[in-house]
């Protein structure tokens, strides 16, 4: 088990809603990262975060944005909410540097289903 | 583009059979590459990784897999599959500096009694 942890386990709203989710990462990790994981696929790069800066985003509208406070942990928001974004959201935490670098460990996820 | 293909998407075995779950990559240089393995209702757990050196890699629960330049590959195997192996396994890569992990589609695995 690893010390990443992220809230709420699942979530429901509904069509042009916002929600937040949140997450914590393991301990020493300054970098976090959100994939979001559709139903029979495999998990799809949202962005990273490396010391409260954006590192790096993969093909998301500008409707999923984040943060990163200086603990490291880390929020995703999701405006707008379409039905095609009912996925599991996974985050995941890494540090470039140590014997770890370069690992992701990843969290439980929060299941959104969006109505 | 890079790329991680998995071309099975469901395999079944038996209990104590022997497992291969195949895995390319599609990348311009030789990525960092990972196996990570998801149970129902759960996150994904780091079986093993490859970054460079000995190209036959161990990692946990007995699994091991081999990294092959020339064929693009690198599978996974465990000698004796146990029931608890049931689960989705996914590869993924990242190349240098770059984090992104870019995953597979993944591997359904059902072990039969």
């Known amino acids: 088990e690893t010390g990443v942890t992220q809230s709420p386990t699942h979530l429901i709203k509904t069509r042009g809603q916002q929600v937040t989710l949140r997450c914590s990462s393991q301990?020493?990790?300054?970098?976090v990262s959100w994939y979001q994981q559709a139903l029979g696929q495999g998990p799809q790069f949202i962005f990273q975060?490396?010391?409260?800066?954006?590192?790096g985003r993969g093909n998301f509208p500008p409707r999923f944005s984040g943060l990163q406070f200086p603990n490291y942990s880390s929020e995703l928001n999701v405006n707008a909410l379409e039905l095609d974004d009912s996925a599991l959201y996974l985050c995941a935490s890494s540090s470039p540097q140590g014997a770890t670098k370069n690992i992701q460990y990843f969290g439980a996820g929060t299941r959104l289903s969006v109505l | 583009a890079q790329s991680v293909t998995q071309p099975d998407i469901h395999i079944t075995v038996s209990e104590g059979a022997s497992l291969e779950l195949r895995c390319n990559y599609s990348?311009?240089?030789?990525?960092?590459l990972f196996w990570y393995v998801q149970s129902p209702g759960q996150g994904l757990q780091l079986l093993l990784k490859y970054f460079s050196g000995d190209t036959l890699v161990q990692g946990i629960k007995g699994f091991e897999a081999e990294f092959k330049r020339s064929q693009s590959s690198f599978n996974l195997r465990k000698p004796s599959v146990h029931w608890s192996d049931a689960a989705e396994y996914f590869c993924?890569?990242?190349?240098?500096?770059?984090?992104?992990?870019?995953w597979g589609l993944g591997t359904s695995l059902a072990v039969n009694p």
């Open positions: 990348y311009g240089a030789t990525p960092y």
């Open positions: 975060y490396y010391r409260e800066e954006e590192n």
């Open positions: 993924a890569a990242t190349a240098g500096n770059n984090r992104k992990l870019i």
């Open positions: 301990s020493g990790h300054n970098t």
